[in-house]
């Protein structure tokens, strides 16, 4: 990966041989001593996993598992380590077999649109239920690296949920994607990763309350027998459960009343000399956990700000915080602004990397330091040094 390219999406990404049984084979001639060919072939499979997963498949999903928040404006998303894994088995949106499409789908479900078991794999398909459509077993091919001893997870929805909540062929191309992330700034485990996740979306977004996003297996659910069915049944191949609270949709007015509240009124006529100059009355909890209220004043308020002597000389977020005497009031305003900056100074990599060396090369100093006055470097050669530590040690002995 680039080390200049920080994110890149791509539309898809197909794999580089696909699963099924192959044969490798060679000829070998000679001439001498006598004139001979010798033939050999080997054969091996290239398989994965169809209905189950392991727990390193997904690098993270949003929501997480068992999150709660106002996710009604959110789709739901499932972030995988293999960036071929929604393209690796063959899936197209026509029988000309012209356009591939994803085999993986993102659906959200509230608990009353679905039920789930464990079955064993060798069950799916030997054990017929009656009304419940599942997809033949070529549909999946000849070659998987699942046990028929493993359990893996079904759902079963109703039909009518079915056609309402399923992405359609057309969507599903437009809800898979690839992501190369660069990595180097993360934490040791992650930065190994090649950096190339693939993301699959979900369609719908969360109802209030319980949901279940479920990432499914949509190889072969057309035909007259799913038409006939009255439940369609999916392999999971991973889950997660989150609650979504109620969301409230602001008018665009009262937004702008809000701000109007928020940053004070500029200009405004009266006897509040705070309010005119356009300082708020801001809720302020200091380090120490003492709840008081604090004046602030957004840095782009149209009016002449007073210069505070020695405030630049101040090397922290709290030392900026302006005293009123007469009014017993703080102006947190300048603190602010030194903490945002302060923010936005660390996001910048190369600076905050510069920093944590600094911080690593004092400290390894500071150790040094420590280490030399322990001994007494400082006052006595190495040799001094060893002598007055063994002196130490026979004065403990006795």
Known sequence: ?????????????Y?????GEYTVGGNLSVTAPETETFTDAESFFIASKVFTSDPDDVFSV????GQTGAFGQVLPHINLRLKTMPWEYENYADSEKTQRIPCLAY???????????QIRVGELFSQSEKGVFFPPKETFGSVTSDSEDSYCTVLDIPKNTYNNI???????????HVKMVNLSATEDKITALPGYFSTVVANRFPADGENFAHLVRVIGYEGAAFEAAETVRLICIASVRFNSTHTVTIPFRRLTEGLSNNCGTVGKDGTDENER???AVKRHITRTGEETQSLYRSPLVPSKTEIIDGLQKCKTADGRI???NETATMDVSYSAAYEFGRILTMKDKNIAQQIIDYRKTMKQNMNRNAVKFDCGLD????????????????????
Do not use: H, Q, V
């Open 166 to 176: 399923m992405p359609t062929k057309s969507d599903l191309p437009f809800l898979s």
């Open 15 to 19: 794999p580089g041989i696909e699963t």
């Open 107 to 117: 659906i959200l479900l509230t608990d009353d649109e679905f039920s789930s078991k």
């Open 1 to 13: 990966m680039d080390e200049n390219t920080e994110f890149k999406l791509i539309d898809f990404a």
């Open 62 to 65: 949003y929501p997480a598992d």
């Open 277 to 279: 100059l356009g300082f």
């Open 322 to 324: 302006i005293y009123n």
């Open 379 to 398: 006052n006595f050669g190495f040799a001094d040094a060893a002598e007055k530590l063994a002196e130490k040690g026979r004065n403990n002995e006795t």
